[in-house]
């Protein structure tokens, strides 16, 4: 019979996630249909809604390079809705309508897409722009991880993500090319941000391994060098992977597309 614990702190949360088959509930929206589907029954079930600051987004300090004063980096907690009208500048000033449905989203946390193994992580690619890290609890205590290194599998056993860290930029633009689009499926997904900290990330694949595009930030400020930020995405993709030249293709068009997105004038951004 599955237990359910409602933690009230992080330590209690870590706790019970040291059991092997115990599983984390965030927003539940991947969680539920996996249970459902498969009959599976976890010895516990670790529900994070009841840890106080749990949903909270707020600013915090950057401490990096001489404009820290002048960067502004926010932390979204776990349980923290991907609906949040806060969190609307991330997604380039709207609700992020390519992921899933209205009803997903009220539901669905930024931090629980980031570290499901049970769907497609869609919003790394846009995270990683922004130089998401997470921020994971363990019985040793806090560290950070790229939002990139998360295993397909998810965190380890006793391992709990607390929150995610990330740039606000001033300008971000997403494309992808998916399967089911309604269904929120990426199969190529490529976001560019421009701002203090801010670059472009790349995912290829089904729940795909995401990549930050090095060397690509001078591209993007730049309205005349869409071919260039493309090139960086093309030599990224290349980077530790079987090369489809259909792919590399499809790559190199989104780039430019999220290029001109940055570029484009307020009216046309909003047509």
């Known amino acids: 019979m599955t237990a359910h614990l409602f933690a009230s702190t992080w330590g209690e949360a870590v706790y019970a996630a040291r059991t092997a088959d115990s599983v984390i509930i965030g927003g539940g929206t991947s969680v539920q249909p996996w249970l459902t589907s498969t009959g599976v029954e976890p010895s516990v079930l670790i529900h994070l809604g009841d840890i106080p600051g749990a949903g909270t987004i707020e600013p915090i300090e950057a401490s990096e390079g001489p404009l820290a004063e002048s960067v502004t980096r926010v932390r979204i907690g ?6 949040d009208a806060a969190l609307v500048p991330w997604f380039g000033g709207v609700q992020p309508s390519w992921f899933a449905t209205p009803a997903v989203r009220r539901r669905a946390t930024v931090v629980g897409n980031v570290v499901s193994r049970f769907g497609p992580r869609e919003l790394v690619p846009v995270l990683a722009a ?17 939002v990139t290194t998360v295993p397909p599998a998810g965190l380890a056993d006793g391992e709990v993500a607390c929150a ?25 997904a490529v976001a ?15 729940s795909g391994r ?31 992977t ?30």
């Open 78 to 83: 776990a349980m923290a809705r991907i609906s």
């Open 192 to 206: 560019g941000a421009i701002g203090q900290g801010c670059g472009a990330a790349l995912s290829v694949g089904i």
């Open 242 to 271: 079987e090369v489809d030249s259909d792919v590399e293709r499809l790559v190199s068009g989104l780039a430019e597309r999220v290029h001109r997105a940055l570029h484009a004038s307020k009216g046309e951004r909003e047509c």
């Open 164 to 188: 995610v860290e990330l740039y606000k930029p001033r300008r971000i633009a997403f494309e992808r090319v998916s399967v089911r689009p309604r269904a929120s499926r990426s199969e190529i």
């Open 210 to 240: 995401s990549m930050f595009i090095e060397d690509a930030e001078s591209s993007l400020e730049d309205p005349s060098r869409a071919e260039r930020f493309a090139a960086a995405c093309r030599r990224t993709y290349r980077t530790g």
């Open 130 to 146: 922004c130089r998401g890290r997470l921020l994971v609890m363990d019985e040793d205590g806090l560290r950070t991880m790229d």
